[in-house]
Nanobody
Framework: QFRLVESGGGLVQSGGSARLSCTAF????????LAWFRQAPGKEREGVAC????????KYADSVKGRFTIDRDNAMNTLTLEMIDLTPDDTGVYYC???????????????????WGQGTQVTVSS
């Protein structure tokens, strides 16, 4: 059974950094496009970053460009999200998600992702 498990996050001071990891079980990550989503209280889930199956294509939400870096290690079945210069607006539950292969690109659209992790909380204090 394909499973995604996130780790990392927690409480971070404004201006600080954090690193999220997502490990896949039951299927090689190379078979999937991947993305990180986040959901703040009372808001819709948004795709903050995505990466293609081989890692050659990435996309970022405008709100995180230059601050977040998505990466993957298919050999280790791991997806990561490095976050710097965090602000309280970055607070939310962060999810990793996998979408079936489709071309050489990735997607930040919720509806394209079939498999989701359980989420990990990131709280940025002001």
């Amino acid at each position: 059974q394909f499973r995604l498990v996130e780790s990392g996050g927690g409480l971070v001071q404004s201006g600080g950094s954090a690193r999220l990891s997502c490990t896949a079980f039951g299927s090689p990550l190379s078979s999937w496009r991947l993305a990180w989503f986040r959901q703040a209280p009372g808001k819709e889930r948004e795709g903050v970053a995505c990466i293609s199956s081989a890692g050659g294509n990435t996309k970022y939400a405008d709100s995180v460009k230059g601050r977040f870096t998505i990466d993957r290690d298919n050999a280790m079945n791991t997806l990561t999200l490095e976050m710097i210069d965090l602000t309280p607006d970055d607070t939310g539950v962060y999810y990793c998600a996998a979408a079936p292969l489709q071309g050489a690109y990735c997607s930040r659209r919720v509806e394209e992702h079939d498999n989701w992790g359980q989420g990990t909380q990131v709280t940025v204090s002001s």
